[in-house]
């Protein structure tokens, strides 16, 4: 196996830092990583702690009263300098649990009211986005969106559409536009649930 022999960071930035990682090759050779982190300190990177604490959250909401509506957010990204569709999302804040966390990106980019609902660990524990480049995860909360969509709460930095999407808007979407890789498969899931039983999946045994 190869060894992280030496850890340098190399930027100093409040949400995102590059670190350089001094590697020696199983077969003796040498090199360098480089990783993306949430992580200030090279003592709170991931392969430090060896703990899988979320950075992040993203919520996964049903809306209306037949409940046939997801909420989704299109949003423009500088690194594809378009917009693309995701789930609503967002870091979680010191001191708070995950569900607190969607519920307060919920009402922040989309204005409406988030009601979780409880699932077993394994659906909502916090899994690795994209592990080739960066130690970040993030954990998934379910659950239901109600009131007027609204963007008012939303930052100044932040260039957000409120979308409710019906199955064939979901279709259109997967088919025509760009879409983040755990909204999309979420997405598929939900294209073949039965009307009002997107969730179903979640049901204790």
Do not use: W
């Amino acid at each position: 196996m190869d060894k992280i022999k030496g850890i340098h960071k190399e930027t100093d930035h409040k949400y995102l830092n590059l670190y350089s990682l001094d590697i020696t090759k199983s077969n003796n050779g040498t090199g360098t990583y480089q990783v993306a982190s949430r992580a200030e300190r090279i003592e709170d990177l991931k392969l430090m702690t060896k703990k899988n604490t979320p950075n992040g959250v993203i919520i996964y909401s049903l809306y209306g009263e037949k409940r046939d509506r997801v909420v989704l957010i299109r949003q423009y990204r500088y690194s594809l300098d378009d917009y693309i569709y995701e789930f609503p999302a967002g870091l979680v804040d010191e001191g708070e649990n995950y569900q607190e966390a969607g519920v307060r990106e919920l009402k922040e980019e989309t204005g409406l009211s988030f009601t979780p609902v409880t699932v077993r660990e394994e659906y909502q524990k916090p899994f690795f986005t994209t592990v080739g480049m960066t130690d970040e995860s993030c954990a998934t909360v379910y659950g239901y969106a109600s009131g007027e969509p609204s963007r008012r709460f939303q930052e100044e930095t932040e260039e957000i559409e409120i979308v409710l999407a019906d199955k064939q808007e979901v279709r259109r979407i997967l088919r025509e536009e760009n879409v983040a890789i755990m909204c999309a498969y979420m997405l598929m899931h939900f294209l073949n649930s039965r009307e009002g039983k997107a969730f179903a999946f979640l049901e204790q045994e």
